[in-house]
């Protein structure tokens, strides 16, 4: 193993121990009956071991297609953010990801980052 590989091993060693520094748990159900006002709840936490992460800076969303809708803070619970979403009436299936913008304690400054979950789906059943 030359010198090159032994440093990027060295550097990806700290990975392998920490897993990921960033997850997201969805909190949105499977399935929803459709309403009459087409409007659908969303909820996620989100939970990091990033120790920089300036918290004020939080701002997460739903991305259903190029579509963002951003999120509130649940009351009272921490890590927690809920929308509405607007779903067409002829749609029964809603494909999402979950995207939460921050910022981190950086050197000289803040910068910017970004994490977006994997891919879930929702089912609209009903009429």
């Known amino acids: 193993m030359g010198l090159k590989q ?3 091993a060295l550097l990806l060693l700290p ?3 920490t897993g990921c520094a960033s997850v997201v748990t969805n909190l949105t159900p499977r399935q929803y009956a459709r309403n009459t006002d087409g ?3 969303f909820e996620m936490q989100w939970d990091t071991r990033q120790q920089a992460v300036i918290a004020e800076s939080l701002k997460p969303f739903v991305l259903i297609g190029t579509e963002f809708f951003p999120m509130e803070p649940v009351a009272i619970v921490a890590n927690r953010w809920e929308t509405l979403v607007p779903v067409p009436a002829d749609q029964k299936l ?3 990801k979950f995207k939460v ?3 981190y304690y950086s050197v000289p400054g803040r910068a910017d980052e970004s994490f977006l979950s994997q891919s879930y789906s929702l089912e609209i059943i009903g009429k």
């Open 101 to 103: 913008d921050y910022q």
């Open 6 to 8: 032994k440093a990027l």
């Open 15 to 17: 990975l392998v121990f």
């Open 94 to 96: 809603v494909h999402y």
């Open 39 to 41: 409007l659908y709840h």
